[in-house]
């Protein structure tokens, strides 16, 4: 979005697009403790998905934080997986077990409006995460970057 400075419009940063594609590395999905956030619709997803009911999805996958549900994680050498990373079926991949029904949260990465703060941010979450598909791979378009921006659920 841009922002209305005065008179004149601060174009965001962005505006010639970002290069990302997913490498499949899984390090947006681990690190230290955190929340994934889902909505009552995406919880029905992934249980279809998954073949059980919600209210076993509920019980077996997630937590409440702050009055809202989170998926839970699981510690291991690489930090907190998401409970649905999947290291072993790939070899050198970390796959999604809920791909097709993933939360929002997860499908903008790595678009969410905190990364995008400025240049200096998005370089820096680059390394922190690390995420060697930021920066590579196809560009995405200023359009397509404010469609996933713009679907970040808040609090992310």
């Not at 839970?72 to 997986?81: R, S, T, V």
């Given at each position: ?29 681990t ?38 549900m ?33 939360p929002?949260?997860c ?8 990364n995008l ?15 060697p ?24």
């Open positions: 979005m841009s922002e209305s400075v005065g008179d004149t419009i601060k174009k965001e940063w962005y505006e010639k697009g970002l290069r990302f594609s997913c490498t499949q590395c899984g390090n947006c999905c690190g230290p403790t955190g929340y994934v956030w889902f909505t009552e619709e995406e919880a029905i997803r992934m249980a279809e998905q998954l073949g059980i009911t919600v209210k076993e999805f509920y019980k077996k996958y997630t937590r409440k934080v702050r009055g809202r989170s998926l839970i994680e699981h510690k291991n050498q690489h930090g907190y997986d998401c409970i649905f990373l999947d290291r072993k079926t790939s070899p050198g991949k970390a796959l999604c077990k809920v791909y097709k029904s993933r929002a949260q499908g903008t990465w790595p678009f969410w409006p905190e703060k400025s240049q200096r941010t998005w370089e820096s979450i680059k390394k922190i995460t690390p995420c598909g930021m920066g590579n791979g196809q560009l995405v378009t200023i359009d397509q970057i404010r469609i996933q921006r713009d679907a970040t659920p808040p609090d992310v």
